[in-house]
């Protein structure tokens, strides 16, 4: 089960986001020393969008704002200044096994 | 650019069945891995199932397994879900994405559109 906090969060423009995402059981194989983890951002209308896969590599095209942290069980996706275009909803998900379930989603709106 | 387009959604009664396309656009579908992934309208997302490359390992979620199959025929390009015994909890936007080339253990970085079941009598 993964599971995201907080479900949503108003932030002003320019100042950081932080997204948590946990999951009930370590999605870290060991045999490469890879965290099975990918996090996605959904805007209104638009399918979701691969941000960062492998916990950590990031999807050409990202911006740098967007920075992630974390290993095994707990996982963060923080946005270092916000900006308009990134009012979305957020996932985590683990494809360390099946189902690849997904967190329950971050709304992050403007203040 | 979309590079799978889903089809085959629509309205349904309780207990009917309805098979979905995905198609790949300008993309071959049979060197990945193929995913579908459900969205309740204003809610989350659900993964659903997924098909090797060759069709020969599929996985399904507890909750469709025994009603759904998934399928695919790369000479079509194609990958299938078929969707029996439809109850009202499996309304929602189904969504075709891509996953690994070599792995079934890999996100989904192309995403279709979207097609809407809604289960209604």
């Known amino acids: 089960v993964m599971t995201q906090f907080p479900d949503s969060l108003a932030v002003s423009l320019g100042e950081r986001a932080t997204i948590h995402c946990k999951s009930s059981?370590?999605?870290?194989?060991?045999?490469?020393?890879?965290?099975?983890l990918a996090w996605y951002q959904q805007k209104p209308g638009q399918p979701p969008k691969l941000l960062f896969h492998?916990?950590?590599t990031r999807q050409p095209g990202v911006p740098d704002r967007f920075s992630v942290y974390g290993s095994g069980t707990d996982f963060t996706l923080t946005i270092s200044s916000l900006q308009a275009e990134d009012v979305a909803v957020y996932y985590c998900?683990?494809?360390?096994?099946?189902?690849?379930?997904f967190g329950q989603g971050t709304t992050v709106e403007i203040k | 650019e979309t590079q799978v387009r889903e089809s085959g959604g629509g309205l349904v009664q309780p207990g009917g069945s309805l098979r979905l396309t995905c198609t790949g656009w300008e993309f071959t579908l049979s060197a990945r891995w193929m995913t579908w992934v459900r969205q309740v309208p204003g809610k989350g997302l659900e993964w659903v199932a997924n098909i090797k490359k060759d069709g020969s390992e599929v996985h399904y979620v507890d909750s469709v397994e025994g009603r759904f199959t998934i399928s695919r025929d790369n000479a079509k390009n194609s990958v299938y879900l078929q969707m029996n015994s439809l109850r009202a909890d499996d309304t929602g936007v189904y969504y075709c994405?891509?996953?690994?080339?070599?792995?079934?253990?890999?996100?989904?970085?192309?995403w279709g559109q979207g097609t809407l079941v809604t289960v209604s009598s």
């Open positions: 994405a891509t996953a690994g080339d070599s792995s079934a253990y890999r996100p989904n970085d192309n």
């Open positions: 059981q370590s999605v870290f194989y060991n045999d490469n020393k890879k965290d099975y």
């Open positions: 492998w916990a950590s």
């Open positions: 998900q683990q494809y360390y096994d099946h189902p690849q379930t």
